[in-house]
């Protein structure tokens, strides 16, 4: 699998900005990535980037109700808390 395949793309969030100051950053991968395709894709797009540890967390689906009659189903997703030994990741260049 390619690495652009594995990272689908980053979390922003106020939790996600505060753990980036310690080195953690979130990404939404795919759900047949492992911990190793993980970390070889964080550093294949940041060359300056080594990976100290990954996390997974697979997030199940959700449903909800509206208007009594409409259900409406959230899709699951696979997410990625990546900890770097070195270096830092720029999420917004360019802005």
Same mark, same amino acid.
């Given at each position: 699998?390619?690495?652009?395949?594995?990272?689908?793309?980053?979390?922003? +969030?106020?939790?996600?900005?505060?753990?980036?100051?310690?080195?953690?950053? +979130? !990404?939404?991968?795919?759900?047949?990535?492992?911990?190793?395709?993980?970390?070889?894709?964080?550093?294949?797009?940041?060359?300056? *980037?080594? *990976?100290?540890? *990954?996390?997974?967390?697979?997030?199940?689906?959700?449903?909800?109700?509206? !208007?009594?009659?409409? +259900?409406?189903?959230?899709?699951? !997703?696979?997410?990625?808390? *990546?900890?770097?030994?070195?270096?830092?990741?720029?999420? !917004?260049?360019?802005?």
């Amino acid at each position: 699998m390619h690495w652009r395949e594995v990272l689908r793309r980053p979390v922003i +969030t106020e939790k996600s900005n505060r753990q980036s100051d310690i080195g953690q950053y +979130t !990404f939404i991968v795919d759900e047949r990535a492992n911990k190793m395709q993980i970390a070889e894709a964080v550093e294949l797009a940041w060359p300056k *980037v080594r *990976v100290g540890k *990954v996390r997974v967390i697979n997030m199940p689906a959700k449903r909800s109700r509206r !208007f009594r009659a409409v +259900t409406v189903r959230k899709v699951g !997703f696979k997410k990625a808390i *990546v900890t770097l030994k070195s270096g830092s990741i720029d999420l !917004f260049e360019g802005v």
